[in-house]
T-cell receptor
Framework: GAGVSQSPSNKVTEKGKDVELRCDPI?????LYWYRQSLGQGLEFLIY????????KSGLPSDRFSAERTGGSVSTLTIQRTQQEDSAVYLC???????????????FGPGTRLTVT | QQQVKQSPQSLIVQKGGISIINCAYE??????FPWYQQFPGKGPALLIA?????SEKKEGRFTISFNKSAKQFSLHIMDSQPGDSATYFC???????????FGSGTQLTVLP
């Protein structure tokens, strides 16, 4: 079946503009995660969804970042008033669930490369 | 505070050699330790994972060694091939959390 898809693959925006990044998880996966990968760095956790709710928003770097998930499927990460330090690859992952050890595996999408000029 | 420390940052190995990447963690509540492989322009893909109740897990040419008392785990790639050239990330997760905590990554280059 299809893997995790993300759009756009690349986004160049001017400082101060708002951007929306989209993630389509694997069908049937109830858990969805957003990570940020800065150049040469590891992955930084941003937020996860259990169904449509986000119990833990502590990873979001500032109140300019928000995310939502609708219908237990597609998720959108929104960054308002973008800053140059927001430039990074934003990765989305999904997993079958997170309650059973056999379903821990997170499948990652290809990411959206965001460049703020 | 970096909870998972990974080394080396980069590694060059000859074809057929053994590649070894090490990770150390601080939080004893971690109970799941995966390794991810990432090729340029792609998202990370799960390579192999281990839980702390075993000391070693092998899948093909890839082996995880786990030392619970030392709070360290490592990835060994036997008979390394040029196609293994990628960035490798170790990660850890604690049962009550949902997200993975990643190491900083190791860029592996296998020379032909």
């Amino acid at each position: 079946g299809a893997g995790v898809s993300q759009s756009p693959s690349n986004k160049v925006t001017e400082k101060g503009k708002d951007v929306e990044l989209r993630c389509d998880p694997i069908s049937g996966h109830t858990a969805l995660y957003w990570y940020r990968q800065s150049l040469g760095q590891g992955l930084e956790f941003l937020i996860y969804f259990q169904g449509n709710s986000a119990p833990d928003k502590s990873g979001l770097p500032s109140d300019r970042f928000s995310a939502e998930r609708t219908g237990g499927s597609v998720s959108t990460l929104t960054i308002q008033r973008t800053q140059q330090e927001d430039s990074a690859v934003y990765l989305c992952a999904s997993s079958l669930s997170y309650e059973q050890p056999s379903s821990y595996e997170q499948y990652f999408g290809p990411g959206t490369r965001l460049t703020v000029t | 505070q970096q909870q998972v420390k990974q080394s080396p940052q980069s590694l060059i190995v000859q074809k057929g050699g053994i590649s070894i990447i090490n990770c150390a963690y601080e939080n004893t509540a971690f109970d799941y330790f995966p390794w991810y492989q990432q090729f340029p322009g792609k998202g990370p893909a799960l390579l192999i994972a281990i839980r702390p109740d075993v000391s070693e897990k092998k899948e093909g040419r890839f082996t995880i060694s786990f030392n619970k008392s030392a709070k360290q785990f490592s990835l060994h790639i036997m008979d390394s091939q040029p196609g293994d050239s990628a960035t490798y990330f170790c990660a850890a997760r604690r049962g009550s959390a949902r997200q993975l905590t990643f190491g900083s990554g190791t860029q592996l280059t296998v020379l032909p």
